[in-house]
């Protein structure tokens, strides 16, 4: 769907610097929401609907509450925003399905899965790990992103348009030096077909040869090049995330690990966890995982089992104490 009203919406994300991912999901959002109130323009509609929709998502989608929160976020938007019509306070069905711990591999189960990816789909993976990022972010990282003095990396326009600086593990920086040389040339080579990588717009204008200057060349550039979503100029984009997904999917069949839903974010998930069952302090993890709110740091806690806090189950000081077994229940509580 595509239409005057639809590139009004792409105009007021784009004047507040939103990155293109944002963009594509408040469309998508947008465009379901016409969807539900029968393709009226929204102007002519108002709060009653967006309730209606919002508690439609919660009742028959069966949405999570963060999914709801992110559809609410989309109407103020668009009410607020770009129809100049705030909508005030809303009273809606809040969803009921709460956020699901995270899968957390064994530091064993991570060097299986990595084994079996491929050169370049391993050096991504570690870095998902080794550093806690977002696949959108590993895939993002472009040369001059890499401190090789402080073993750190800088991670810009995050999630939530936020920057930060997380570890590297000095151990693969010589790949990611090959990595980036291999960058480099591909670039210089792309260069003298006037072919650049891709650049927000805003960056493009200010530096209009920066889409060719090595420091600006992707890690992980795409294997082909494509037309710029804003200036439709030919250029070379970050590789795919569905490339890394595909590769993990196919590597934790091979590696034989059935009993867990494993994804990039698995990764990221197992990172935090590790770090806190080596003693790191939460502070610290919230910092380099880019949180705003330690509670969401938190969650990693409830899947530590007995390394969080000395906790251990009441089972084991009753069969610790009975040398291992229980032979009869009914003696065991008798005894008790």
Known sequence: MSSPFLDSVRSEIRLRGYSYQTE??????IKKYIYFINKRHPKDCGPEEVKAFLSWLAKNRGVAINTQKLALNVMVFLYGTVLKQPLGELDFSLARKQ???PTVLTPVEVARIIEHLPAREQLIAQLLYGSG??????????VQHVDYTRDALQIFNGKGQKDRVTILCPEIKPLLEKYAEEAIALQAKDAKSGIGVSMPDALHRKYPKADTSPPWAYLFPSTT?????VHGHLCRHHLHESVMRKAIKKAVFEA??????VNCHTFRHSFATHMLERGADIRTVQELLGHNDVKTTQIYTHVLGKHFAGTASPLSLLLSTRGGEI???????RAA
């Open 24 to 29: 594509k999901t408040y469309i998508t959002w």
């Open 99 to 101: 956020r699901h711990l």
């Open 133 to 142: 990022l977002r696949i959108s972010e590993a895939l993002r990282l472009r």
């Open 225 to 229: 090049v494509c037309e710029h979503p």
């Open 256 to 261: 034989g690990i059935y009993n867990k839903r």
């Open 327 to 333: 032979k009869e229940t009914s003696a065991v509580y």
